[in-house]
């Protein structure tokens, strides 16, 4: 079945500086992609969904790509802020099973 | 906007104990899901519901009940608890089960097995 790699498990970071975090996938037919963040203390909240057919996705201070050649998918902080600190994993599904994997989880800290 | 509850948000159990979860959703939606994320694990799924009475297993059933009584609620059991265990419980509803539904996610339920 599926599997997906999310990248790095722990990333600290200043503030302003861009931070990224990476998911591999394996299954070449996925082809609706997630990115969900945990606030401390708080439930899992949809960032972005994104279709197969859009390579690039903006969203409100980061971006997200996918790579469907490489079976990529990244999300991109371009001025990470102390708001940003959380974790963030990824998901993915459509494919053989159709079934929603989900990455193991970045745990991103932003210091001020 | 609706919100999903679960209760209770911490939970202390003995080795060998029965332990039910519970959720309630007031979005509407259609399908339910339990899932268990452990520190460095990710999210596993084990049970979701697709309606009222419904239940599929996912990945990580064994060891677990549920049950799906109401539209808005879907309860989880832990049927023997194991020694040292802990781990969040998850639960999330979706307006219907197709691949492209946004997942809402309640704030979990903290277990720890003593």
């Known amino acids: 079945g599926e599997q997906v790699e999310q990248r790095p498990p722990h990333l600290s970071v200043r503030e302003g500086d861009s931070a990224v975090i990476t998911c591999t996938y394996t299954?070449?037919?996925?082809?609706?992609f997630f990115w969900y963040k945990q606030e401390p203390g708080a439930s899992l909240q949809l960032l972005m969904k994104?279709?197969?057919?859009?390579e690039i996705n903006e969203g409100q201070g980061f971006t997200v790509l996918l790579n469907k050649k490489d079976k990529r998918l990244s999300l991109n902080l371009t001025a990470a802020h102390p708001g940003d600190s959380a974790a963030y994993f990824c998901?993915?599904?459509?494919?053989?099973?159709?079934?929603?994997?989900f990455g193991k989880g970045t745990k991103l800290s932003v210091k001020s | 906007g609706g919100i999903i509850t679960q209760t209770p948000k911490f939970l202390i159990g003995q080795e060998g104990q029965k332990l039910t979860l519970k959720c309630q959703q007031n979005?509407?939606?259609?399908?339910m899901y339990w899932y268990r994320q452990d520190s460095g694990k990710g999210l596993r799924l084990i049970y979701y519901?697709?309606?009222?009475?419904?239940?599929q297993k996912g990945d990580l059933s064994e060891g677990y009940d549920a049950s799906r009584e109401k539209k808005s609620s879907f309860s989880l059991t832990v049927t023997s608890a194991q020694k040292n265990e802990m781990a969040v419980f998850l639960c999330?509803?979706?307006?219907?089960?197709?691949?492209?539904?946004?997942?809402?996610f309640g704030s979990g339920t903290r277990l720890t097995v003593l």
């Open positions: 519901s697709i309606t009222e009475n419904d239940l």
């Open positions: 998901a993915v599904t459509g494919g053989s099973n159709a079934k929603l994997t």
């Open positions: 299954d070449p037919n996925s082809y609706y």
């Open positions: 979005f509407n939606h259609d399908t």
């Open positions: 999330a509803s979706s307006i219907g089960g197709g691949n492209a539904e946004t997942l809402y």
């Open positions: 994104v279709f197969s057919s859009t």
